[in-house]
């Protein structure tokens, strides 16, 4: 089946820094990938769609300068964290859907701490 | 109303038992309905894929779509403790790439 692979699968970081977590589909072409964040013991909260060639779509209460998203080519998204804070300390995982399936296939997962 | 509901559990079981999870949803457009089991600290793997109403099966697992009613069920038969995980119910409509998923329901199988 397809895959996706996320890097790195868990960071470290200090308060004011930047993160930068990758995702990448690995045999086929992704014009589009979800990001999500999931807190313990809760379900997966969708924070923006990436477009591939245009602006992420963020969903409401999502800070978009907070949390850059960029689309660089059809096999590779990136979110990065800016200015982490200790409360951005989350589990983060990507997501693409492959077109001739039309089911969705996700990332291992970034668990990120902010110390 | 939220447009997915599904109980978070946890749900308790002996080895061998069949475990029945389920969800409810609001959103009568919702034509892709999926499975998904997630490991501690792992991203989402699908498990099981259906399109509209009916029955699939694959190994121990089945799921049930009731589209009348809503309704949709995930069986595993014969529960292994490696089972243990927790199972996220996920639906989409057609020609739409968003999924919207349920809390999901941890599940815990003794030995």
């Known amino acids: 089946g397809a895959v996706v692979s996320q890097h790195p699968s868990w960071v470290i970081c200090k308060s004011g820094t930047s993160v930068k977590i990758e995702c990448r589909s690995l045999?086929?072409?992704?014009?589009?990938m979800f990001w999500y964040r999931q807190f313990p013991k809760q379900s997966l909260m969708l924070m923006a769609t990436?477009?591939?060639?245009?602006?992420?779509?963020?969903e409401q209460g999502v800070e978009k300068d907070k949390f850059l998203i960029n689309h660089a080519s059809l096999t590779l998204s990136t979110l990065t964290v800016t200015s982490a804070h200790p409360e951005d300390s989350s589990f983060y995982i990507c997501?693409?859907?492959?077109?001739?399936?039309?089911?969705?296939?996700f990332g291992q997962g970034t668990r990120l701490t902010v110390v | 109303q939220k447009e997915v509901e599904q109980d978070p559990g946890p749900l308790s079981v002996p080895e061998g038992a069949i475990v029945s999870l389920n969800c409810t949803y609001s959103?009568?457009?919702?034509?892709?309905f999926m499975w998904y089991r997630q490991y501690s600290r792992k991203g989402p793997e699908l498990l099981m894929y259906?399109?509209?109403?009916g029955n699939k099966e694959d190994g121990r697992f089945t799921a049930q779509v009731d589209k009348s009613s809503k309704y949709i069920s995930l069986f595993i038969r014969d529960s292994q403790p490696s089972d243990s995980a927790t199972y996220l119910c996920?639906?989409?409509?057609?020609?739409?790439?968003?999924?919207?998923f349920g809390k999901g329901t941890m599940l815990l199988v003794s030995p």
């Open positions: 259906t399109y509209s109403s």
């Open positions: 045999d086929f072409q992704a014009t589009t």
């Open positions: 990436s477009n591939e060639g245009s602006k992420a779509t963020y």
């Open positions: 996920a639906m989409k409509r057609e020609g739409y790439s968003t999924l919207t």
């Open positions: 997501s693409a859907p492959d077109p001739v399936y039309t089911e969705a296939f």
């Open positions: 959103n009568s457009a919702f034509q892709y």
